[in-house]
């Protein structure tokens, strides 16, 4: 079981013709769900919704995305069409915000999945999550006394020039 300071987020986009039906179906399943921990967040984007969800762990949501299934199966039957969902996860103590959100997905799509953003087929235990949320380094190495012999020489210092140059 994951850990419990840490939350299941899940950002679910849905593309699709004629979705309010599915939608509201998908929305009320998740409410009935065990470890549907609740919505953060809904929003209409260019041709779909993104719903943003807490879940108490995959098991959880994986439960919810077979149970589902039925749901889409009846969307393709009346609209001729199965709708496209992306789904990104990643752990997160609270509830995101929107920001936070579009930078998951995006790292998602661009990097692959991680400790950071992560799929069901690809899931990252909230440990490893937990580990990558240390403080970050600092953006500046600090600097490091030469070693002895080598102070105020430039890395260039001691080459020999071509000619042309003398």
């Not at 393709?76 to 789904?87: N, S």
């Amino acid at each position: 079981m994951a850990d419990q300071s840490l939350f299941l987020a899940e950002s679910r986009v849905i593309r699709g013709d004629r979705l309010e039906p599915l939608v509201a179906a998908v929305r009320a399943r998740a409410r009935s769900t065990g470890g549907h921990i609740g919505e953060v967040d809904f929003s209409r984007t260019g041709d779909g919704v993104r719903i943003v969800s807490l879940w108490r762990d995959p098991a959880a949501l994986r439960s919810f995305v077979e149970r589902t299934h039925a749901l889409l199966v009846a969307h393709r039957d009346r609209t001729g069409a199965f709708p496209r969902v992306e789904r990104t996860l990643w752990w997160s103590a609270r509830g995101p915000g929107a920001e936070e959100v579009r930078g998951r997905e995006e790292h998602l799509r661009t990097r692959g999945p991680g400790p950071a953003a992560f799929t069901l087929a690809s899931p990252v235990p909230a440990a490893a999550s937990a580990r990558r949320a240390a403080p970050a380094p600092s953006p500046r190495p600090e600097r490091r006394p030469a070693p002895a012999g080598r102070r105020g020489r430039t890395p260039a210092a001691g080459r020999a020039r071509p000619a042309a140059a003398r």
